[in-house]
């Protein structure tokens, strides 16, 4: 065990993610209105916490893995997790199109893409097929903010 490191048991990570699973789970039904599609969201956190469990399971029938995290690693997932929180926060303010263009770029940037036409196109391409996908052939709307 190197100095500089985080050391989780395995069955830690199945733990906080079937505690997040469950979590989401249960905010599901008081996020999404009652006839509004709910069953994407249930579906991808069901197979979440199904894949936990049976990872937590699997942890006690054979050798525990210790799983170490560096810590910049573990500073750069946290910085990813606030991003994103302020992405969904500021969505509503600024929009959905504009955002994800700041947001990708931003990404793309912390995870140590230094290519600014790779950050270029994939801030412009990934929002522009969203649109055309949701907009133009789903006929889903997402928010224009108040910037538009």
Not at 2 to 19: A, D, T, V
Not at 80 to 105: P, T
């Amino acid at each position: 065990m190197s100095e500089g490191n985080i050391y989780w048991r395995e069955r830690y990570i199945y733990i906080f993610l079937i505690i997040i699973s469950l979590l989401v789970l249960f905010i599901i039904p008081q996020q999404i209105e009652e006839g509004a599609p709910r069953a994407l969201p249930y579906f991808s956190i069901s197979i979440v916490l199904i894949c936990s469990i049976g990872g937590l399971a699997n942890c006690f029938r054979k050798k525990e893995v210790v799983i170490s995290f560096s810590k910049s690693l573990l500073l750069k997932l946290g910085s990813g997790i606030f991003l994103y929180f302020l992405y969904v926060f500021l969505i509503e303010y600024i929009g959905y199109y504009i955002l994800s263009v700041i947001f990708i770029v931003l990404a793309l940037y912390l995870f140590k893409t230094r290519n600014i036409k790779t950050m270029i196109f994939s801030g412009v391409i990934i929002p522009l097929m969203l649109y055309l996908l949701l907009e133009q052939l789903l006929g889903l709307f997402m928010p224009t903010g108040i910037l538009m």
